[in-house]
């Protein structure tokens, strides 16, 4: 887990015993995600319904002190806000894909935290579609930032292929 946490650029990591083999972050302090290798939908589900138990393990390490106020009777879906679940599934063939539209349909449930999931080849197939679909602000920083390094005026031409890469890279 920890080789995934490096590839997937992960800080803050946590693991708690109850979440075997799954990496609890908190990014810029404001986003939780809890990410697992998987091989079955059913395995995200079964996380996501261990996730109401663990609330108070879950604050007790999330760092912003806003998101960790104390309010009587708080709803977990009010706690966990900015929650993704995110089942990372390796396939070697295109066959071994999970079916799209129990895919979409489990993804479209954001009972207790919003579920990602994310098929791939290869370590290289992950982060790219990982930064893409959890982080895009990672690819917006390094256009800009590319750009902004060329210390050249905007020129409007410019301004277009930036905008239509940036619209590729959300799409």
Same mark, same amino acid.
């Given at each position: 887990? @920890?080789?995934?946490?490096?590839?997937?650029?992960?800080?803050?990591?946590? &693991? %708690?015993?109850?979440?075997? =083999?799954?990496? #609890?972050?908190?990014?810029?302090?404001?986003?939780?995600? +809890?990410?697992?290798?998987?091989?079955? *939908?059913? @395995? #995200?589900?079964? *996380?996501?319904?261990?996730?109401?138990?663990?609330?108070?393990?879950?604050?007790?390490?999330?760092?912003?002190?806003?998101?960790?106020?104390? #309010?009587? =009777?708080?709803?977990?879906?009010? %706690? *966990?806000? $900015? &929650?993704?679940?995110?089942?990372?599934?390796?396939?070697?063939?295109?066959? $071994?894909? %999970?079916?799209?539209v129990a895919v979409a349909r489990f993804q479209r449930n954001r009972f207790v935290a919003r579920k990602i999931i994310i098929e791939y080849m290869d370590n290289d197939?992950?982060?790219t579609q990982f930064d893409q679909l959890v982080l895009p602000e990672r690819s917006l920083n390094k256009l800009l930032a590319a750009y902004v390094n060329k210390e050249?005026?905007?020129?409007?031409?410019? +301004?277009?292929?930036? *905008?239509?890469?940036?619209? @590729? +890279?959300?799409?």
């Open positions: 887990m @920890e080789q995934l946490a490096k590839l997937l650029e992960l800080s803050d990591i946590h &693991m %708690f015993e109850e979440l075997n =083999d799954t990496l #609890v972050c908190n990014l810029n302090q404001d986003k939780v995600l +809890i990410i697992k290798k998987i091989t079955a *939908l059913d @395995e #995200v589900q079964e *996380l996501v319904y261990t996730l109401p138990r663990l609330k108070e393990k879950l604050r007790e390490n999330i760092i912003n002190t806003q998101n960790t106020a104390e #309010v009587e =009777d708080i709803h977990l879906s009010k %706690f *966990l806000w $900015d &929650m993704y679940v995110i089942g990372l599934h390796q396939i070697e063939y295109e066959e $071994d894909r %999970f079916n799209e197939e992950l982060k050249s005026e905007y020129q409007s031409q410019e +301004i277009d292929q930036l *905008l239509l890469q940036i619209d @590729e +890279i959300i799409r």
